[in-house]
């Protein structure tokens, strides 16, 4: 959403003008209407996107569907608690240090510095709504919570490429000490331009919670043409939301459902990852529903977590976003392409991981893991025993040259405690679910990308079913990327293309591993500016969900290998 705050409020304006005005030429204007509605063609209004099927299908029954927005999230009661007794043992040690009396305050006014930390803490939420404003008036008590929210900043961000984090109470000190704690604060922040547009289109819906929301009718479907009340608010919505531009909201036309109309309905269902046809169907409702209020708690969620990230990226780079289901491939964070991606369902949702593409294989094997086992083999094998051998299931000990195969010839075999540490894998082969490819990437929960047989499960909207790791629209686009990245990449090429008419297992080590961020932003701007909002697949827009993320990866700053990887 491009949004103009002065174009939106003479929008409203010019809707809410006294109808009076039209007295002796109503018939007239009328007439013109009407005639306008039956010729106008859509290059009348220009259409803002094309008809796209990006986002979720919730595949329940409509009275069951609903979009998760936490609209009763405390931030008072979790992350200003984060290691709460901090303040108490160590903002003393650093006004000690330091040799000062307060660290944000000159006189009775908080420095810039002050200032300018006060409002980055309001706006990732780690404050909460009128917390503040709630302390106490002492600076004692205000200086020590803010300090507690640079700790929690300095802890929680990653100043390159890698995992270190720096030790917060030196840097404080120092930073004191130089008197450069406004440069902390900038270098603590996120560089990246997601993160500022994100925060712009925050203060945006922060002046759009003064205007009514008025709730549709979940039953009315307008049709095109129709002119009724409920259009009158669903036009009011779509031009505070940017989507439709102001000029088109006229006194003729502001409660009519026009093609300016169904193009600005496409327009908000892409932005909001659903299925774009102009239709305003039950989800479209909900999606209305949601207040500026909700969604502001909702950016404000998704800014804290670009403290998950590098502060910016350098060079090339692979960007997974699970609620958006898409990949794409950025070179100094600048997207190059994209593709559709399948993820983790609820019950096996995929983790945020920060990690590299170490190797392509082509051809791979397939271990299912323990519960994949549980859940979808061990059934089948008691029902069919020749079932695993027809699909290309073998029994393996050890890797590489050393590997020892054994055919599954006996229905007695207990599936999850193979005798002699051998394993369940799958042949390469048309059975297989990582397809032609692979894409290993060193993690401690054996997530990667792969191919996948079933493509037509990318032209489903709602994407949250595999059972953990990612699968590709496009696998063949992202080996051509990493391989023509490498100086024997004619060679790379060869062996692939040989590789994928035969069956045998190849692997390519890549010189230069390309890292990959896995995130889980359900709030984010694209490259043309446009406020985008996607589904809260696996209910992580809360704090307590969040704070967890973040010890998490404070205490694993490191990425291991897990041995299924290999």
């Given at each position: 959403?491009?949004?103009?705050?002065?174009?939106?409020?003479?929008?409203?304006?010019?809707?809410?003008?006294n109808m009076v005005h039209l007295c002796s030429g109503y018939v007239v204007v009328g007439l013109l209407a009407i005639i306008l509605l039956m010729l106008s063609p859509r290059s009348f209004a220009k259409p803002f996107l094309p008809?796209?099927?990006?986002?979720f299908e919730i595949p329940v029954q409509v009275q069951n569907i609903?979009?998760?927005?936490?609209?009763?999230?405390?931030?008072?009661?979790?992350f200003v608690y984060h290691d709460r007794d901090l303040s108490d043992r160590v903002y003393p040690k650093i006004l000690l240090r330091t040799s000062q009396n307060r660290l944000w305050y000159h006189g009775n006014e908080l420095t810039q510095s002050g200032l300018m930390l006060l409002n980055i803490l309001k706006d990732i939420g780690w404050l909460g709504d009128n917390h503040w404003e709630s302390l106490p008036v002492d600076q004692v008590s205000r200086d020590r919570i803010l300090t507690q929210g640079i700790y929690f900043l300095l802890q929680s961000s990653r100043f390159d490429q890698g995992n270190m984090h720096e030790n917060p109470v030196n840097t404080l000190v120092r930073s004191f000490k130089l008197d450069q704690e406004l440069d902390l604060i900038y270098r603590v922040l996120p560089r990246q331009?997601?993160?500022?547009?994100?925060?712009?289109?925050l203060h945006y819906y922060q002046q759009l919670q003064q205007y009514d929301?008025?709730?549709?009718?979940?039953?009315?479907?307008?049709?095109l043409g129709q002119r009724h009340q409920q259009i009158g608010h669903l036009r009011h919505k779509l031009v505070l939301l940017g989507d439709l531009p102001s000029q088109y909201q006229t006194q003729a036309r502001f409660d009519v459902f026009d093609v300016v109309a169904e193009d600005a309905l496409q327009r908000f269902q892409a932005r909001h990852g659903l299925v774009a046809d102009g239709k305003l169907?039950?989800?479209t409702h909900l999606a209305l529903g949601i207040s500026p209020k909700q969604r502001t708690q909702q950016i404000k969620f998704n800014l804290l977590r670009w403290f998950e990230l590098p502060r910016s990226f350098k060079g090339q780079s692979v960007h997974v976003n699970i609620p958006s289901y898409q990949l794409q491939y950025r070179n100094n964070g600048r997207t190059l392409t994209s593709m559709k991606v399948i993820v983790g369902n609820k019950n096996n949702p995929t983790p945020v991981l920060s990690t590299q593409i170490n190797r392509l294989t082509v051809n791979p094997t397939w271990t299912p893991t323990p519960k994949i086992i549980m859940d979808d083999l061990v059934e089948e094998y008691k029902q069919d025993p020749s079932y695993l051998s027809r699909k290309d299931f073998q029994l393996v000990k050890g890797y590489w040259?050393?590997?020892?195969?054994k055919e599954i010839n006996s229905p007695d075999y207990d599936l999850l405690n193979l005798p002699n540490d051998f394993r369940l894998v799958q042949a390469p082969g048309s059975f297989n679910p990582l397809g032609k490819y692979r894409f290993n990437m060193p993690n401690g929960y054996a997530i990667y990308l792969h191919d996948t047989p079933g493509?037509?499960?990318f032209r489903k909207p709602y994407r949250a079913l595999s059972h953990g790791c990612i699968r590709l629209e496009q696998p063949e686009l992202l080996a051509e990327i990493l391989v023509s990245q490498s100086e024997k990449s004619d060679t790379e090429r060869e062996i692939i293309n040989q590789a994928k008419k035969q069956s045998d297992t190849r692997m390519l080590y890549l010189a230069s591993p390309v890292p990959v961020y896995v995130t889980y932003h359900t709030a984010w701007v694209d490259d043309s500016g446009e406020m985008n909002f996607n589904q809260d697949i696996y209910n992580l827009d809360n704090y307590s969900a969040l704070l967890t993320q973040f010890k998490n990866i404070l205490s694993n700053p490191v990425i291991t290998l897990s041995q299924i990887n290999l």
């Open positions: 959403m491009k949004f103009n705050l002065h174009d939106s409020l003479i929008g409203q304006l010019s809707v809410s003008r008809k796209l099927h990006s986002g609903r979009l998760n927005v936490n609209v009763d999230a405390a931030p008072l009661n979790s331009k997601g993160f500022w547009q994100l925060r712009k289109h929301w008025p709730s549709l009718d979940p039953d009315f479907v307008p049709k169907g039950p989800v040259k050393n590997k020892v195969i493509k037509w499960m």
